[in-house]
Structures are given as structure tokens and as C-alpha cells.
């Protein structure tokens, strides 16, 4: 997943991981060390695996 600070003109993200706890960790801290930037689009990703059948 991935997360961006929506606080205009700040653009941080945080670096891109599976742990979705890391990732909010990251923005926590981003939040204590700037004050009002407490919105943030967070993204998820998921994977497919596909499995061919034969008829
Ligand atoms: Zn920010």
C-alpha cells in the first residue's frame, strides 16, 4: 500500500509497503512532526493469480 498527505502543497509520501501498520506508522509520525497535516489518501493494491482450466 501506499500514502500521500493531502495537506496542500505538502506532497509527502510514505515509502511503499506491504505492512499496512508500517505504512500508518509513517504517517503518524509525519503528523506529530507537522502540524495539521492529519488527511491522507492511503492506496491499496491487490494481486490476481490466475489459473488456467482446460475443458
Ligand atoms: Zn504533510
Known sequence: M???CLHEGCGW????G??????????MRHA????YHSMFR???E??????QVRQ
Open 2 to 4: 501506499s500514502a500521500q
Open 32 to 35: 506529530s512532526l507537522n502540524a
Open 42 to 44: 492511503r492506496s491499496f
Open 18 to 27: 506491504d505492512d499496512v501498520a508500517g505504512v500508518d506508522r509513517q504517517c
Open 46 to 51: 491487490d494481486v490476481a493469480i490466475v489459473q
Open 13 to 16: 509520501e510514505a515509502d511503499k
